[in-house]
């Protein structure tokens, strides 16, 4: 945690932190949403204000072998900044 995360939606750029104290932030062209994140098994869940649909979501991330991560939501693909 403490990393920023980089993907996209469509042509849309995103990037999401995670910060040890809980608090998340998103952040895009188009939107930024904070808000708080926590780990429920095997997944990271989040809840932002800031017009996010949905708001509150769980989502697994996977590994892919190449030093980037699959989202469960979307199939984004995230790259560590």
């Keep these: 945690m403490g ?3 980089k993907g996209k939606v469509g042509l849309m750029t995103v990037r999401v932190i995670h910060r040890e104290d809980g608090t ?15 780990i429920e098994g095997n997944q990271i869940c989040v809840d932002r204000e800031g017009g996010m649909k949905p708001p ?19 199939g984004m693909i995230l790259t560590v900044e």
């Design 3 to 5: 990393n920023t995360l």
């Design 56 to 74: 509150a979501h769980c989502q697994s991330l996977e590994r892919t072998g190449d030093g980037k991560y699959r989202s469960s939501m979307r």
């Design 24 to 38: 998340s932030s998103l952040r895009s062209i188009m939107r930024n949403a904070d808000g708080r994140w926590s």
